[in-house]
């Protein structure tokens, strides 16, 4: 895998790369993103990329009990990844909330964010919300979420490093995920670093459209052969 290839992809945005990866034909482009569920909450932040760190978390369904926390666990599986190849691979951390109410699942605050910003985490992901808006900026962390809510129920941990469903895209640990105010998508591991060379590609045909488009000859009527 070739890291800098990967790291290079935030040079671009996310409809860009998606682009550039649809001209692999490696996957039908019909899926593997995300759609209007999922908000881009710090766009000033721009595009993130990372390696997709997994698990599964419920905050709504209601108890008085103690659960589990697998939030450490979590932590672990992020420094391992961010230590890959000299500590130069990104991590993108991926929560998918289930439960009762999933999308008021409040998965992360500044506190947890902290810990996940000096783990690796590049970027956060969920179908959920978060909550400590300001905080979570000043992390920094940049967020993709359902939105935002003030409360959660106990944290019930349901597992880590396993595939996770959000908004319809499905991540596997090890996807690179690439995100922007556009939205976010997913990447097979095994061409990710191929993709940098076609979003190249991509950038460079869209440049020579519209260097034609706004050419002062530029018609329209005799571009659609009607002279």
């Known amino acids: 895998m070739n890291i800098d290839a990967i790291r290079r992809l935030v040079e671009f945005d996310t409809p860009t790369v998606a682009n550039g990866l649809e001209l692999l034909e490696v996957r039908d482009p019909s899926f593997g993103y995300t759609g209007p569920d999922i908000r881009c909450l710090m766009p000033e932040a721009g595009p993130r990329v990372g390696i997709a760190v997994t698990a599964r978390m419920d905050t709504t369904s209601p108890g008085m009990d103690d659960p589990h926390s697998l939030f450490d666990d979590w932590l672990r599986l992020m420094v391992e990844v961010s230590d890959r190849h000299g500590g130069n691979l990104p991590v993108f951390a991926v929560i998918e909330s289930v439960g009762v109410r999933p999308r008021y699942t409040v998965t992360i605050g500044d506190g947890m964010g902290t810990f996940m910003r000096m783990a690796g985490a590049v970027g956060y992901l969920t179908n959920g919300c978060i909550r400590d808006i300001e905080g979570v900026r000043g ?13 959660h129920g106990k944290i019930r941990w349901l597992d880590v490093n396993s595939p996770v469903v959000i908004d319809g895209m499905t991540v596997h640990p090890g996807d690179v995920i690439h995100a922007d105010e556009n939205g976010t998508l997913a990447i097979p591991p095994g061409v990710a670093d191929q993709v940098y060379d076609r979003a190249l590609e991509v950038r460079r045909k869209e440049a020579a459209l519209f260097d034609r488009l706004r050419a002062p000859e530029m018609d329209i009527r005799t571009h659609l052969g009607m002279r």
């Open 139 to 151: 992390v920094p962390l940049p967020c993709w979420a359902a939105g935002l809510s003030p409360m």
